[in-house]
């Protein structure tokens, strides 16, 4: 290496940002979970407040699963049922499998999280639409129609 002291001070450089990345990332969580404590408060008074999602995603994915676990829970959910399903009762299912207190934002998230899941599934061909209710699909393992 022409400068050893130039990398070795852009790696130390590197390093002290790395490290105040997660220290940022980690005072984000917190902040966003204070505000999300002040919103409950706020709809214990006004169960109808209309509150602006504060969203940090990116960062702090509210209620993640390790990778593949939602796919394997959807895929289980129609190994179990009897009848076709749709992406509704499959967030309903997936809400109380992991024990969340959903709120309807919260939902509405699961809900996304869950009709991609299924959406992944259908890609590779294990199960497909075989009816409507409403507005929502009906889902089957394919062949058992």
């Keep these: 290496m022409d400068r050893p002291n130039t ?14 990345h997660r220290h940022l990332i980690s005072e984000a969580k917190t ?5 999300e404590h002040v919103d409950a408060t706020i709809r214990l008074f006004d ?3 209309q509150l602006e999602r504060i969203s940090i995603d990116r960062y702090a994915a ?20 009897k009848e ?4 509704r009762q499959i967030t309903e299912a997936w809400v109380e499998h992991r024990g969340i207190d959903a709120d309807r934002p ?14 992944g599934v259908k890609r590779d061909g294990l199960i497909e639409a075989v009816g409507q209710v ?3 699909k009906l889902w ?6």
């Excluded at 076709?84 to 992406?87: E, G, H, I, K, N």
């Excluded at 919260?106 to 959406?119: N, P, S, Y």
């Design 84 to 87: 076709p399903l749709t992406s």
């Design 62 to 81: 509210k209620h993640r699963a390790p990778k593949g676990e939602l796919k394997r829970f959807v895929l289980g959910q129609f190994r179990e049922a």
């Design 47 to 49: 169960p109808e407040a």
């Design 106 to 119: 919260t939902m509405k998230l699961i809900k996304t999280r869950v009709t991609a899941a299924i959406q």
């Design 134 to 136: 409403e507005e929502l």
């Design 140 to 145: 089957a393992l394919c062949g058992n129609n």
């Design 31 to 35: 902040l966003l979970a204070d505000i």
């Design 7 to 20: 990398v070795s001070s852009l790696r130390a450089k590197r390093e002290e940002m790395a490290k105040l």
